[in-house]
């Protein structure tokens, strides 16, 4: 729904589609934006089996997911994010749900929304184009720091290391 809200800001700011890329009922997501008055031909609905999704990835310009926080979202790490951001595409995402508003802004890897309101929603989309020049190998190379294995296994076997009488 919030998805939704902040597509509704862009649209009044920038000419957009909106690639869903879920296996649920394409009628639940097209009646959800019809009430908000999203014209339906700015939404694209496809399922995708995981073994397609980087070519269905491929043909976005950004990502945006939102989730909205809770006690058990302070410590989740979205591996949608990693995924996104090792295909260097930047991303929208909101605050305060584990690592993702970090990883965003560290590697300066896309936008991070505050709050759920409307002009936190406006602030993003009146720099969209912004957004859009992000560098693809800046974000890749910054997932690949702090998302690679190597380096988890490294970071594992130094704490393993410390703890060693």
Do not use: W
């Not at 869903?20 to 031909?41: G, M, V």
């Not at 602030?123 to 859009?132: E, H, M, S």
């Amino acid at each position: 729904d919030e998805m939704l809200d902040f597509f509704k800001v862009l649209l009044q700011n920038k000419e957009a589609k909106f690639l869903f890329i879920t296996k649920d009922n394409p009628s639940d997501i097209l009646q959800a934006a019809s009430k908000k008055n999203i014209p339906e031909n700015k939404i694209i609905i496809r399922p995708s089996e995981r073994e397609n999704l980087p070519k269905m990835l491929s043909i976005l310009d950004a990502s945006i997911f939102f989730i909205i926080p809770s006690y058990s979202k302070k410590a989740s790490s979205p591996t949608k994010q990693a995924e996104l951001l090792g295909m260097g595409i930047p991303l929208i995402c909101n605050a305060n749900v584990g690592d993702t508003d970090y990883v965003v802004n560290t590697y300066h890897s896309g936008v991070v929304v505050d709050d759920f309101s409307e002009a936190a929603y406006l602030k993003v989309a009146t720099g969209f184009d912004q957004l859009l020049q992000l560098d693809k190998q800046t974000i890749e190379a910054g997932a690949e720091d702090f998302y690679s294995l190597k380096k988890g296994v490294e970071l594992y076997n130094e704490v393993y290391e410390s703890l060693k009488p």
